[in-house]
């Protein structure tokens, strides 16, 4: 069990599993990722009930861009050294950012042990109807994928509990969220979630396909 599904337990399903400071963004803001859940479940409820909303439109999302990604990762894989610090704080922001979506989106498609009623009370807009399912499943989506993940939600969570221990130090950064690139390197579905160009792209940095053996492992 993840680290977020034992928090949630330990206070019950419907409550808050306690605030604390979950690290400081690049802005020097506290980061709390109970407080970042709810405000996604929010966003994406407000965006859904918003009177703007254009027909057939998707829910909002955002992915980290490969380029800059790619360059911090071969820069520590060849030299050991971290030159853009500030872009691989703005990665973790974005993937964490990315993953409490992720967890709100996955919430709200029912895939979750939250009661529609109880995510209703906590966004403060009302369930959806069982006629409009069909539009409410169609709006969550986005131009990247299926924001929905029964699977790699757990050992994210539990990678990304690791974090806050770390203090910013930039290496031990880039390890975990390696890490955390490993589990969604396989998942197409998920990659295309977190980095432009998802396994695509993955396969490009880490130099093989998913599930293929870098040269210098033992098969």
Aim: charged share 30%; aromatic share 12%; glycine share 10%.
């Amino acid at each position: 069990m993840n680290w977020y599904r034992r928090s949630q337990e330990k206070s019950g399903s419907g409550s808050h599993p306690g605030h604390q400071k979950y690290y400081e963004d690049t802005g020097g803001n506290e980061y709390d990722i109970f407080d970042a859940i709810d405000s996604h479940r929010s966003d994406i409820m407000g965006g859904y009930y918003s009177d703007d909303r254009e027909p057939n439109s998707q829910m909002r999302w955002t992915v980290a861009p490969f380029g800059r990604l790619k360059k911090i990762w071969e820069d520590f894989m060849r030299r050991g050294v971290i030159h853009d610090e500030a872009g691989l704080f703005k990665i973790r922001d974005q993937f964490l950012d990315n993953l409490a979506r992720l967890q709100a989106a996955t919430d709200l498609s029912g895939h979750s042990t939250w009661g529609m009623d109880e995510l209703a009370e906590r966004t403060g807009y009302p369930a959806v109807d069982g006629q409009d399912l069909d539009f409410y499943f169609d709006y969550l989506e986005t131009p990247y994928g299926t924001p929905i993940s029964d699977y790699a939600l757990e050992p994210l969570w539990n990678l990304a509990h690791e974090l806050p221990a770390l203090k910013g130090d930039p290496k031990s950064t880039l390890i975990i969220l390696d890490r955390m690139l490993n589990v969604i390197h396989c998942r197409g579905d998920i990659a295309s979630l977190f980095v432009e160009g998802g396994s695509e792209s993955l396969d490009k940095l880490f130099g093989r396909p998913c599930g293929m053996k870098r040269h210098n492992e033992e098969a």
